[in-house]
């Protein structure tokens, strides 16, 4: 690897590695290994000490800027800090800014408000408003005045359940308020929140709310969208969640039909058109880290383009990054950023060997297929680590829904960025005259692909279901791949298929012991028995949020079906399709009475569950070979 590649590849690992460490002893090892790696890498490439020591001043800075901008701290003035330190709520008088267009979810909005005055005072941060009945839509810029209870959010109990406390201090905000009337004081300007908005309502009034709201989603991003859930979780499963995030998929489509159109005109006007299509994107799409990197990476390969050289697609993403981390050192934490940079490194290292070994190995005909194969396989196989760690789940035929929604999703979505452009610039009325006629094509190619994903998400085994994945085992695993990955030698690659190994066995091992898994969230428990690789679950409460979070816990935890399920509460009739698809057999409490009655037994191989006591406050509960006695009302183990 030639110097500058390793100084910006030495310099990502230091803020990636930075936004992730806990702890001041954490982040001195780390300096202390980088900058050991950095001496021993320095004598095997022959670099000059001065170029050393500059380096090395550069690593320190730089883990020193993301380590400690990679978790926000509240600043003087902001809400959470009135909060008592007991964490009961507390009433207050707010006047604020909404931030961006509420999400609207069973007649509840929610949004995040800039904060400006509170009880009288001045206040100066941000936190979630939640309005509850919401009669009025909360659109960016309006000025609220509200009174409500202003609480700390709640860390998840358990890794796999929504950690609400780390995404709201991600966004800035410490602090939720919950409210049942607002007063609006006044309404800013907001072009861009206008422009989104119109797109949207356009579109989902002209094509529906599936077809409508996705081609809104192949121009805004799936975030500024409000799409089905079902229909968020069928392209998950079929590995194609890149086609609803604003990425550089996105930018590509739009920027190189841009170039293409201008390919004829001079150089000053080619690069006005593909500014002009890459400034668009990141208005639309907004500030998200996908959207900056595509740009970024854009613009650095556009400029280098025009001006003759031959571009470093490598070395352009990683100074990318890099700068990226240094502005916004929180970034290295979200989800979006790392398989962003995993992919797109994926693409720029390992698609071109890829291509080539498959054109090798392929028959003739089908030598065509190399350029469609290697970019999926590639973003797959760089990915794979990450979805492990974040997920504990990686979709199976997330290459071949690629290779059949490829035909369907380019001009999908270069049709809705067009569209996207008449609806901005032509009046009211011509467009809701033009736009249904318009995008009926387009709107039946929408719902083919539509129908193609639902189809792939619903084949046996779309979804490879792990559970969750120490990352010490993730870290080998990718050490792993890393041969393949490279095109290493077949000595490298001998070792690497014995580190496969070894992780997936430690991996099967986790799964089949037994085990008991308790989890207290928001009130609720569940508690889930495992058995050499089967599983079964009490849930304190039938509810729809108590159906969520058993199916998170569920398939977190590498359990596509329990054997059964027990609900120790009333369920209504909306809610019985939601449990039932998640066990064989369920039994939930009806009019009083208890799933079970004393003497009865719910059971499957290796696991049961039974009343221990007449009354029914004590249940019993066997995994394996082991077994509890449990509290009826918070599943607790019985004391005495």
């Avoid at 050991?36 to 800075?61: E, F, H, N, T």
């Avoid at 398989?339 to 693409?347: D, F, V």
């Avoid at 071949?400 to 490829?406: F, I, Q, T, V």
């Avoid at 969230?521 to 508690?527: N, P, T």
């Amino acid at each position: 690897m030639k110097p500058v590649l390793s100084a910006g590849f030495l310099l990502l690992l230091a803020c990636m590695g930075a936004a992730c460490v806990r702890s001041s002893m954490q982040w001195l090892s780390l300096v202390v290994l980088l900058v050991l790696g950095l001496g021993l890498w320095g004598r095997a490439q022959d670099w000059s000490p001065k170029g050393m020591v500059s380096l090395a001043l550069m690593l320190c800075l730089v883990t020193a800027r993301c380590g400690t901008g990679a978790m926000p701290q509240p600043q003087p003035g902001d809400p959470s800090l009135f909060i008592p330190l007991d964490g009961a709520p507390l009433m207050v008088r707010l006047v604020g800014r909404i931030h961006a267009d509420g999400a609207v979810t069973n007649g509840r909005c929610r949004s995040l408000l800039d904060v400006s005055s509170l009880n009288g005072q001045f206040s100066r941060g941000r936190t979630e408003l939640t309005l509850d009945p919401c009669t009025t839509p909360l659109l960016t810029g309006s000025w609220l005045e509200l009174e409500g209870e202003l609480r700390r959010p709640q860390s998840a109990s358990h890794p796999l359940l929504p950690d609400h406390a780390k995404r709201l201090a991600l966004q800035g905000s410490w602090s939720r308020l919950s409210t049942d009337a607002i007063k609006l004081l006044r309404q800013d300007w907001t072009p861009l929140a206008a422009a989104r908005r119109r797109i949207a309502q356009r579109f989902i009034d002209a094509a529906g709310a599936r077809e409508g709201g996705f081609l809104a989603a192949l121009v805004l991003g799936g975030s500024q969208v409000s799409l089905p859930q079902s229909l968020r979780d069928a392209f998950r499963v079929a590995g194609l969640s890149h086609a609803l995030a604003a990425s550089g998929f996105h930018l590509s489509v739009l920027l190189g039909s841009a170039m293409v159109c201008t390919r004829r005109l001079p150089a000053v006007l080619r690069l006005a058109s593909g500014s002009g299509a890459m400034a668009l994107f990141l208005a639309l799409a907004g500030v998200q880290p996908s959207v900056v990197r595509a740009v970024l990476m854009g613009a650095a390969a556009l400029l280098i383009g025009e001006s003759g050289h031959r571009s470093r697609p490598l070395g352009v993403l990683l100074v990318t990054l890099v700068l990226m981390l240094l502005v916004h050192p929180a970034w290295g934490r979200s989800v979006g950023f790392q398989l962003s940079a995993a992919a797109t490194a994926g693409l720029v290292i390992s698609a071109g060997p890829l291509e080539q070994w498959i054109v090798q190995h392929l028959p003739c005909p089908w030598h065509r297929l190399g350029p469609a194969l290697s970019i999926p396989l590639a973003a797959l196989f760089w990915t794979l680590p990450l979805q492990l760690l974040h997920f504990g789940a990686a979709p199976l035929y997330a290459v071949l829904s690629n290779l059949l929604a490829a035909p369907l999703l380019a001009p999908l979505t270069l049709a809705a960025m067009v569209l996207a452009v008449m609806v901005l610039l032509l009046p009211v009325a011509l467009t809701s005259a033009l736009l249904p006629w318009l995008i009926w094509p387009v709107q039946q190619l929408c719902g083919l692909l539509i129908t193609l994903v639902h189809w792939i998400s619903q084949w046996p085994w779309a979804q490879l279901l792990t559970g969750p994945v120490h990352p010490l085992l993730v870290l080998a695993f990718a050490l792993g791949l890393l041969p393949w990955l490279l095109f290493a030698s077949s000595r490298w690659r001998g070792l690497s298929m014995l580190l496969l190994g070894f992780v997936a066995c430690a991996q099967v091992g986790y799964q089949l012991r037994d085990d008991l898994v308790r989890v207290d969230h928001w009130g609720r428990q569940w508690l889930v028995l495992r058995h050499r690789g089967r599983a079964a679950m009490v849930s304190s409460h039938g509810d729809a949020v108590s159906c969520q979070g058993a199916k998170r816990l569920s398939h977190g935890l590498g359990h596509r079906r329990l054997d059964w399920i027990a609900v120790l509460d009333p369920m209504g009739v909306d809610q019985q399709s939601c449990w039932a698809a998640l066990a064989h057999t369920l039994q939930a409490e009806q009019r009083g009475r208890l799933p079970l009655m004393p003497g009865q037994r719910l059971q499957s191989d290796g696991l049961s569950l039974e009343v221990a006591d007449h009354r029914g406050r004590i249940l019993g509960v066997r995994f394996g070979s082991q077994s509890r006695r449990l509290r009826r009302r918070d599943l607790r183990p019985q004391s005495g």
